[in-house]
């Protein structure tokens, strides 16, 4: 059992050490050499844990989205909150996310664009990824609506709004630097607009 921990808690420190050299170099520029000498390990070793360094790019993604989902379902597991409240606290949740894993994310992008510019269609892969959240995000919707706390709405256009905030939050954060203050300010009035009238 302890060799299967260790096996794990390394892994997570050539993911982190990895992300430093694609933040550096760039996605394209990044070699398994050099993500092998950041980590101080060879080639060879570095194999035992991955077979190629998309492997170890798309490794962090799913790290990232496993996190945040396991996070979601232990807020979602409280059935003391309102549909409204796991709504906020989890949108929250997912903004300070965003921020904290904002290295990820400055790698993220350029990958992506560089991937349309070679011919490959990078949304469905992005669609493949997000499903889940966006399938929280109706059913906290729709759990709203039905106990009378949300206005009877369109919720395919609420989960789009919901979900381009998420999007925007990224783009805000990585790019722009801003903090997370403003961007749960926009999410707090998005909510409040879903509430019924008391």
């Known amino acids: 059992m302890a060799i299967v921990v260790?096996?794990?808690?390394?892994?997570?420190?050539?993911?982190?050490?990895?992300?430093?050299?694609?933040?550096?170099?760039?996605?394209?520029?990044?070699?398994?050499?050099?993500?092998?000498?950041?980590?101080?390990?060879t080639r060879t070793t570095l194999y035992i844990y991955f077979n190629n360094k998309q492997e170890i790019f798309l490794w962090s993604i799913k790290q990232l989205l496993s996190t945040l989902e396991l996070?979601?379902?232990?807020?979602?597991?409280?059935?003391?909150?309102?549909?409204?409240?796991?709504?906020?606290?989890?949108?929250?949740?997912?903004?300070?996310s965003c921020k904290e894993n904002k290295q990820l994310f400055n790698v993220l992008l350029p990958y992506l664009l560089q991937l349309k510019k070679t011919g490959k269609e990078p949304a469905e892969r992005i669609r493949r990824r997000v499903i889940k959240l966006k399938h929280f995000m109706s059913t906290q919707?729709?759990?709203?609506?039905?106990?009378?706390?949300?206005?009877?709405?369109n919720v395919k256009d609420i989960?789009?709004?919901?979900?381009?905030?998420?999007?925007?939050?990224?783009?805000?954060?990585?790019?722009?630097?801003?903090?997370?203050?403003?961007?749960k300010s926009a999410i707090n009035l998005a909510i409040d607009g879903l509430l019924i009238s008391k």
């Open 6 to 41: 260790e096996h794990e808690k390394r892994k997570k420190e050539i993911l982190q050490k990895a992300l430093d050299v694609f933040e550096a170099e760039g996605y394209n520029d990044a070699t398994f050499q050099k993500i092998a000498d950041r980590c101080g390990i």
């Open 71 to 96: 996070s979601i379902n232990e807020i979602t597991a409280k059935e003391e909150l309102s549909a409204e409240e796991t709504l906020r606290i989890t949108m929250h949740k997912i903004v300070d």
């Open 141 to 153: 919707v729709i759990k709203g609506i039905h106990s009378k706390e949300f206005k009877d709405t």
């Open 159 to 183: 989960n789009e709004m919901l979900y381009a905030m998420i999007e925007s939050a990224i783009f805000r954060l990585t790019i722009m630097d801003e903090n997370c203050d403003n961007i």
